[in-house]
């Protein structure tokens, strides 16, 4: 199995602040990689796929980078509406399709 | 536009069982594989259980194996999920979402909010 590790599990920022997030594979899985954004209450929201697309509707101040077993989600303005959990997710091998552990953004 | 609305969630004893739904609307259900994903109190997302568009495919997390069936009816547009030997760690927001890819590279890109499955005696 395949093994997502996200860093930092949790971290304090203020609006405006640049935010970036890693994850790592346990293997390579090329630019087999998603980000998601999590609220409470509400439905997961794809941010990110194939490592560094932008899925529609989602504000560009969201990016992502990396390629093989090292992954950024990077916010470069973080505004009031992106404290949320995010998380990676590898589709590279076939299902079960894990994500990382989750990052907590939370305010500063 | 998409949306996906579970329903089914409730409170069962552990060794019990619950049918969960998930009604789609918005697109060609049929065309997608679709997905269960839940999120126990107080962690991540983990991955459960995942259907191909005509049903000749199917997978399940390692802790659901054998006791979780999916399971789709493409003519109501709906998803389901059958949890039969409930325990305890079980309880969670059970969310469905669809499957979309661009060549070989797929990701969830609906969800729906979710529906609650506490399992407690």
């Known amino acids: 199995d395949i093994q997502m590790t996200q860093s930092p599990s949790s971290l304090s920022a203020s609006v405006g602040d640049r935010v970036t997030i890693t994850c790592r594979a346990s293997q390579n899985i090329r630019m087999y990689l998603n980000w998601y954004q999590h609220k409470p209450g509400e439905a997961p929201k794809l941010l990110i796929y194939s490592a560094s697309s932008l899925q529609s509707g989602v504000p560009s101040r969201f990016s992502g980078s990396g390629s093989g077993t090292d992954f950024t989600l990077t916010i470069s303005s973080l505004q009031p509406e992106d404290f949320a959990t995010y998380y990676c997710?590898?589709?590279?091998?076939?299902?079960?399709?894990?994500f990382g552990q989750g990052t907590k953004v939370e305010i500063k | 536009q998409v949306q996906l609305v579970e329903s089914g969630g409730g409170l069962v004893k552990p060794g019990g069982s619950l049918r969960l739904s998930c009604a789609a609307s918005g697109f060609t259900f049929s065309d997608y594989y679709m997905s269960w994903i839940r999120q126990a109190p107080g962690k991540g997302l983990e991955w459960v259980s995942y259907i191909g568009s005509s049903s000749s495919y199917t997978n399940y997390g390692d802790s659901v194996t054998g006791r979780f069936t999916i399971s789709r009816d493409n003519a109501k547009n709906s998803l389901y999920l059958q949890m039969n030997s409930l325990r305890v760690e079980d309880t969670a927001v059970y969310y469905c979402?669809?499957?979309?890819?661009?060549?070989?590279?797929?990701?969830?890109?609906?969800w729906g909010r979710g529906t609650l499955v506490t399992v407690s005696s």
């Open positions: 997710q590898q589709t590279f091998s076939p299902p079960p399709w894990k």
């Open positions: 979402a669809r499957r979309n890819c661009i060549t070989t590279s797929c990701y969830l890109d609906y």
